[in-house]
């Protein structure tokens, strides 16, 4: 089993920024890939980022390239999603998720966070 346990959700401006973190507990954090979604209301819960188990490996949906950037730090058992430029239709519940596999389908991954709100202000 692995807990997860997102922060750093708020209100903010858009073209503003936001560091969401996740904290792992449990099983071998090192060993999973982590990947951060989110879900607004009224849509289906989407892929937003990625990263390998040893972070060499990065990869982002089109719409947030090039403004938001994932990391991990291992020994922390700690995911980041460093958000910047926001736009209000960043607007949704954020959670991070653990997998053995990387995927950007929401259906492969065995362990979720309870999610943290985003809210970009126009």
């Known amino acids: 089993q692995v807990q997860l346990v997102e922060s750093g959700g708020g209100l903010v401006q858009a073209g503003g920024s936001l560091r969401l973190s996740c904290a792992a507990s449990?099983?071998?954090?090192?060993?999973?890939?982590m990947g951060w979604f989110r879900q607004a209301p009224g849509k289906e819960r989407e892929f937003v980022a990625g990263?390998?188990?040893?972070?060499?490996?990065?990869y982002y949906a089109d719409t947030v390239k090039g403004r938001f950037t994932i990391s991990r730090d291992n020994a922390k058992n700690t995911v980041y999603l460093q958000m910047s430029s926001l736009k209000p239709e960043d607007t949704a519940v954020y959670y991070c998720a653990a997998d053995i596999n990387n995927s950007r389908s929401p259906t492969a991954y065995d362990y979720w966070g309870q999610g943290t709100q985003v809210t970009v202000s126009s």
């Open positions: 449990g099983r071998t954090f090192s060993s999973y890939a």
């Open positions: 990263i390998s188990w040893r972070g060499r490996s990065t």
